[in-house]
Nanobody, 117 residues
């Protein structure tokens, strides 16, 4: 199985920066992609950024040019968030996509990001 440990959330002023980390363990050899999603109060969870096995990335339009997703050799995933805005506030969740015979998605428990104005 896959286990996820998230860190790096907190309170920051508008225009500031935060760096989120997600450490994956378990069946990491089967990981096909990792990503970050977020959920604001009263809203649905939305995609923020993803990175696949080959390093190809995708971003939500609202964060392009401000956020950067990356991976390291241990298959940890990071989200560098710059020029933060109050609308970036929410719970950020780490996602891991695993393929064995079928595709499965695993989720962390989330880390709170609050951007004040």
């Amino acid at each position: 199985q896959v286990q996820l440990v998230e860190s790096g959330g907190g309170l920051v002023q508008a225009g500031g920066s935060l760096r989120l980390s997600c450490a994956a363990s378990g069946s990491i050899s089967s990981i096909r992609a990792m990503g970050w999603y977020r959920q604001a109060p009263g809203k649905q969870r939305e995609l923020v950024a993803t990175i696949n096995t080959y390093g190809v990335t995708t971003y939500a339009d609202s964060v392009k040019g401000r956020f950067t997703i990356s991976r390291d050799n241990a298959k940890n995933t990071y989200l560098q968030m710059n020029s933060l805005k109050p609308e970036d506030t929410g719970v950020y969740y780490c996602n891991v996509r695993v393929e064995i015979y079928n595709i499965y998605d695993y989720w962390g428990q989330g880390t709170q990001v609050t951007v004040s104005s």
